[in-house]
């Protein structure tokens, strides 16, 4: 049994790793940034099937140094799941980009000197898949966002910073630390509370009607389970120090296939696909449709090989879109 430090917690991703992580029997401590959400975290996961006896709660914020120490303390492994993803992108990108690069850092300082063994950054595709343009070979983990090119937002950007500067941490102030990084696409599944991600709003959009239209954009997809089971096993793998791995489901989907999965499964209204010039005529006026334009029909193909080497083995795009949505009706969202 291991004590395991869990940024985030009341997050998507973050709860998720954590029921995984109670059921194999951790201690699991998570952070949020007020003391005052632990009953409704909790609740949460105890919702979900979690025995939550096992589980404690520390209060620490990604931009203040308060409180990490004591978080990492007695900790034997450190998930650091926590980052900002807003729907739309900040007017100064530092807004996004400060909190995911000091706060890693701060995590990891935190986890050095209280001698973790591993900790396992929750990383993205947008540090691995940005700024390339089209191409038909599909990325590996050998690719790296480039910051500086066509359609990279600060999103992206701030997650290719923040997973280089956690390797450089490694590799220079590391102490015999080792660092394990997952890099998921497009999020989704079981939603386990009422806080959102951005794919699962994106979902929620479509089964309410509040997406009048369907653009030309694809993404790949993940379960948030399989997300949680491939940062558990990186955790503990001994193939899986020193190295990232994307984790993704198959081929990107566009968001009409998507629609087309909702209608298939819950007989949602399908909506209209929009041409490429009504969105280009959009961006004129709506900073989303402006955000969407350079990554029209760029399909981003990703490779899973490298996870599935480890004996993982994800959900089908379907499962996953559809279990998003099945949540989204048990929480009475839609």
């Known amino acids: 049994m291991s004590k395991v430090?869990?940024?985030?917690?009341?997050?998507?991703?973050?709860?998720?790793?954590?029921?995984?992580?109670?059921?194999?029997?951790?201690?699991?401590?998570?952070?949020?940034?007020?003391?005052?959400?632990?009953?409704?975290?909790?609740?949460?996961?105890?919702?979900?099937?979690?025995?939550?006896?096992?589980?404690?709660?520390?209060?620490?914020?990604?931009?203040?140094?308060?409180?990490?120490?004591?978080?990492?303390?007695?900790?034997?492994?450190?998930?650091?799941?926590?980052?900002?993803?807003?729907?739309?992108?900040p007017k100064d990108e530092q807004e996004l980009i400060r909190p995911a690069v000091d706060g890693t850092l701060r995590v990891l300082r935190a986890a050095r000197d209280a001698g973790v063994k591993r900790?396992?950054?929750?990383?993205?595709?947008?540090?691995?898949?940005?700024?390339?343009?089209?191409?038909?070979?599909?990325?590996?983990?050998?690719?790296?966002?480039?910051?500086?090119?066509?359609s990279v937002q600060p999103y992206m950007k701030s997650k290719t910073l923040a997973e280089r500067a956690a390797w450089n941490f490694i590799a220079t102030e590391g102490g015999g630390m080792e660092l394990a990084v997952v890099n998921p696409v497009g999020i989704f599944g079981p939603a386990l509370g009422k806080y959102l991600s951005t794919s699962v709003e994106l979902v929620r959009r479509m089964m309410t009607g509040k997406l009048p239209g369907t653009p030309d954009l694809w993404l790949g997809v993940i379960d948030v389970r399989d997300v949680a089971s491939l940062q558990v096993q990186a955790m503990t793998d001994p193939a899986a120090?020193?190295?990232?791995?994307?984790?993704?489901?198959?081929?990107?989907?566009?968001?009409?296939?998507?629609?087309?999965?909702?209608?298939?499964?819950?007989?949602?209204?399908?909506?209209?696909?929009?041409p490429d010039w009504a969105i280009r005529a959009l961006a004129l006026i709506n900073p989303m449709a402006?955000?969407?334009?350079?990554?029209?029909g760029i399909r981003g193909r990703a490779s899973n090989d490298k996870a599935r080497a480890l004996g993982w083995t994800p959900r089908s795009n379907e499962e996953a879109i559809a279990a998003t949505a099945r949540s989204l009706r048990e929480l009475k969202l839609v």
């Open 5 to 89: 430090l869990v940024t985030g917690g009341s997050g998507f991703v973050g709860s998720h790793v954590i029921l995984q992580l109670l059921a194999a029997g951790h201690l699991v401590r998570t952070t949020v940034r007020s003391l005052s959400r632990e009953n409704e975290v909790r609740a949460m996961l105890e919702r979900a099937g979690a025995d939550t006896y096992r589980l404690g709660f520390a209060a620490a914020d990604l931009e203040r140094d308060a409180g990490w120490a004591e978080a990492a303390a007695d900790c034997d492994y450190v998930q650091h799941v926590a980052s900002p993803f807003p729907i739309s992108q």
């Open 119 to 150: 900790v396992v950054l929750t990383s993205s595709f947008a540090a691995i898949g940005y700024g390339h343009g089209q191409r038909s070979t599909a990325y590996t983990e050998e690719d790296w966002t480039d910051v500086n090119g066509p």
């Open 290 to 296: 402006r955000e969407a334009v350079p990554r029209l």
């Open 241 to 274: 120090a020193g190295e990232r791995f994307l984790a993704v489901a198959g081929e990107p989907v566009s968001f009409h296939q998507m629609a087309l999965i909702l209608h298939d499964h819950f007989g949602s209204k399908v909506p209209r696909q929009m």
